[in-house]
């Protein structure tokens, strides 16, 4: 039961030190212009209200005893979408990547990253014999399966913006 704990705790840390070291070696912040801060800012307004939607649709089910998830999952389950929303938002108005393509291609990496790590967690519980549903209503598998369908959703969609972009300029 220790390893099974001890592990995602692992990955954690590791992440969170990898990322700070990379902050820590940035050059330069990125520069956006005026057309992709008020696009963020629309995209930052959406996932919020989506997030309120959710977590009032939430609060519903639970007093009415309809009791789909543990409330931490569903918690977690709507920040997961509501960053997915933000970012694939940012993305179609082109407010996401900046005038960096170093930059542009690390955000690619770490979406596929993430999807894969999260898939690599889903699969693992799986073979563990954990199940998406149980007694009490969805499982962690559904916060892993939710976050790699999210974030490969993502890379697959910031990968099409790009070869886009690139097409329209050699045009």
């Given at each position: 039961m220790l390893d099974n704990v001890l592990f995602p705790i692992i990955i954690a840390v590791?992440?969170?030190?990898?990322?700070?070291?990379?902050?820590?070696?940035?050059?330069?912040?990125?520069?956006y212009d005026e057309r992709q801060l008020l696009a963020r800012n629309a995209a930052y307004k959406g996932a919020f209200f989506f997030l309120i939607v959710y977590s009032f649709t939430c609060?519903?089910?639970?007093?009415?005893?309809?009791?789909?998830?543990?409330?931490?999952?569903?918690?977690?389950?709507?920040?997961?979408?509501?960053?997915?929303?933000?970012?694939?938002?940012?993305?179609?108005?082109?407010?996401?990547?900046?005038?960096?393509?170093?930059?542009?291609?690390?955000?690619?990496?770490?979406?596929f990253s993430s999807g894969i790590v999260s898939v690599m967690f889903f699969l693992s519980g799986l073979g563990k014999g954990d199940v998406l549903w149980n007694n009490s209503g969805l499982s962690i598998l559904a916060l892993y399966l939710v976050s790699s369908v999210c974030f490969i959703a993502l890379g697959i969609l910031a990968v099409i913006k790009i070869i886009l972009e690139k097409r329209g300029t050699e045009k």
């Open positions: 590791v992440v969170v030190l990898f990322v700070a070291i990379a902050c820590l070696f940035r050059n330069k912040k990125a520069n609060g519903l089910l639970r007093i009415f005893d309809v009791k789909w998830a543990d409330t931490s999952i569903q918690m977690f389950l709507g920040i997961i979408i509501s960053f997915a929303l933000f970012l694939a938002i940012s993305i179609l108005k082109d407010a996401f990547f900046s005038n960096s393509q170093k930059r542009n291609m690390q955000s690619i990496i770490s979406f």
